[in-house]
């Protein structure tokens, strides 16, 4: 008898795993937008952070770039994140096919205030990201976070071994670092950020940073990203979008 029900649990799991993988929603990307949200980003450059992702998003490169796959569609989630206490979900897990839709994705994200907490983990930022991949409904051909944000990991755990564990789950990290600092408060610049990035955020098959040296010219960076991404070709980074 209790073979019989050993056996029978191993069929149920078996029949449940077909089921959810049968009933996933195929795209060519599952893309989690990873945004710094913390104090060091004061209101007018998280302003310009949002207006940054949505022209881009807006751009007709970027739905170039989502139809030129098989499926012709990708699914995007877009999270803030600060300390290593403090992620959300502003716009849940979507798919981004048409104009119509992106406009829809964004019109959520704007929806919803903007909130800044204290200190900055990004491998908080990391570890979140990657659950949110499980039995999100998707069944991506790759798995991307796409991770900005202006200083250094400086709590939790290094940013290193969240990256190594995310990387270990098949999920490829791209890193956006704002170099500007942030004169409001009196913070220059950090040195050495662009390489943190290169060297403890990013990892996974062709992984890349593309570095904004502000806010202001931050839709430029992240359109060179999006499409980077999204079709897997090279950024072109010398023309400001129009």
Do not use: C
Not at 2 to 18: E, N, P, S, W
Not at 134 to 154: F, K, M
């Amino acid at each position: 008898m209790r073979r019989a029900l050993l056996g029978l649990t191993v069929l149920l799991a078996v029949f449940a795993g077909l089921r959810d993988s049968a009933f996933a929603v195929p795209v060519d990307l599952e893309l989690v937008l990873a945004v710094d949200v913390s104090y060091s980003v004061d209101a007018d450059e998280a302003r310009l952070q949002r207006e940054g992702y949505f022209a881009a998003l807006r751009h007709p490169r970027v739905l170039q770039a989502v139809s030129s796959g098989p499926h012709r569609a990708i699914a995007v989630t877009y999270v803030e994140w600060a300390g290593s206490f403090y992620q959300r979900v502003v716009a849940d897990w979507t798919v981004l096919r048409d104009a119509a839709s992106i406009e829809s994705f964004i019109a959520r994200i704007a929806a919803v205030p903007q909130q800044p907490a204290s200190r900055t983990s990004i491998s908080g930022a990391i570890d979140f990201s990657a659950r949110l991949f499980d039995d999100n409904g998707y069944e991506g051909t790759r798995l991307v976070i796409d991770v900005s944000g202006d200083g250094r990991n400086n709590h939790g755990r290094p940013a290193r071994d969240a990256r190594d564990a995310a990387v270990a789950k098949g999920i490829t990290i791209n890193g956006l670092p704002i170099l500007s600092g942030n004169e409001n408060f009196g913070r220059p610049a950090e040195d050495g950020l662009e390489e943190h990035y290169r060297e403890e955020v990013i990892g996974g098959p062709g992984a890349f940073v593309i570095p904004a040296e502000s806010f202001a010219n931050f839709t430029s960076a992240i359109l060179s990203k999006l499409v980077r991404e999204i079709a897997g070709t090279l950024p072109q980074l010398a023309s400001p979008v129009p």
